[in-house]
Nanobody, 121 residues
Framework: HVQLVESGGGSVEVGGSLTLSCVAS?????MAWFRQAPGKEREGVAS????????YYSDSVKGRFAISRDNAKNAVYLQMSSLKPEDTAMYYC??????????????????WGQGTQVTVS
């Protein structure tokens, strides 16, 4: 079991920026960010492959968020800009090894962080 620890959440004004960080206890092929707002299903935000060759974003954050990783630190980052109230959610880091499922299939991820809250108002 790989441990994931997120940090960087907080409260920010509309239009502001935040960067989330996640450090894993071991290297994983795909690292991703999901989010879940109250009363809503968990949704994929972005993912990145081990060599950073493949990145994916949900349509709702494309052009505003950027995912990156530092394999030397087993870390993944999510730079969020032009934040909107609808970005308010608990953000979770997730990791999996090479898998056939779509990048945003949450059931394919067996390793999850505890979450970090992002509030935009």
């Amino acid at each position: 079991h790989v441990q994931l620890v997120e940090s960087g959440g907080g409260s920010v004004e509309v239009g502001g920026s935040l960067t989330l960080s996640c450090v894993a206890s071991a290297a994983m092929y795909t690292m991703a960010w999901f989010r879940q707002a109250p009363g809503k299903e968990r949704e994929g935000v972005a993912s990145i492959s081990f060599g950073s060759a493949s990145t994916y974003y949900s349509d709702s954050v494309k052009g505003r968020f950027a995912i990156s990783r530092d394999n030397a630190k087993n870390a993944v980052y999510l730079q969020m800009s032009s934040l909107k109230p609808e970005d308010t959610a608990m953000y979770y880091c997730a990791a999996r090894n090479l898998h056939r499922s779509e990048w945003n299939e949450s059931l394919s991820y067996k390793n999850w962080g505890q979450g970090t809250q992002v509030t935009v108002s």
